[in-house]
């Protein structure tokens, strides 16, 4: 079956840098669109960023754009996300997710799902 496993995840004061990794397995991976999503305590979960299969296409949501960039490796089965110039409206338990094919920006689009990396941005 899928298996996403996030990491990359920390403490980090506002304005600095993290890079979450996804490591994806059970799927042929350049078969699928991936996508990083989020949720802050009492929050929805949230539409981050998704990358179409090819790399070719990326989607950012509004709040992060300009910020953080998407980038995968279908050699190596991973998604990355570069998250810059952190705010403390960041901190959120970030997840990555896959779908095949195409890409869609709603958290119910997907079916595979990492368990998470805590992401925390001090003022």
């Known amino acids: 079956q899928v298996q996403l496993v996030e990491s990359g995840g920390g403490l980090v004061q506002a304005g600095g840098s993290l890079r979450l990794s996804c490591a994806a397995s059970?799927?042929?991976?350049?078969?699928?669109?991936m996508g990083w999503f989020r949720q802050a305590p009492g929050k929805e979960r949230e539409f981050v960023v998704v990358i179409s299969w090819s790399g070719d296409s990326t989607n950012y949501a509004d709040s992060v754009k300009g910020r953080f960039t998407i980038s995968r490796d279908n050699a190596k089965n991973t998604v990355n996300l570069q998250m810059n110039s952190l705010k403390p409206e960041d901190t959120a338990v970030y997840y990555c997710?896959?779908?095949?094919?195409?890409?869609?920006?709603?958290?119910?689009?997907?079916?595979?799902w990492g368990q998470g990396t805590q992401v925390t941005v001090s003022s």
């Open positions: 997710a896959a779908r095949p094919f195409r890409v869609a920006l709603t958290s119910t689009s997907y079916p595979s």
């Open positions: 059970g799927l042929t991976f350049s078969n699928y669109a």
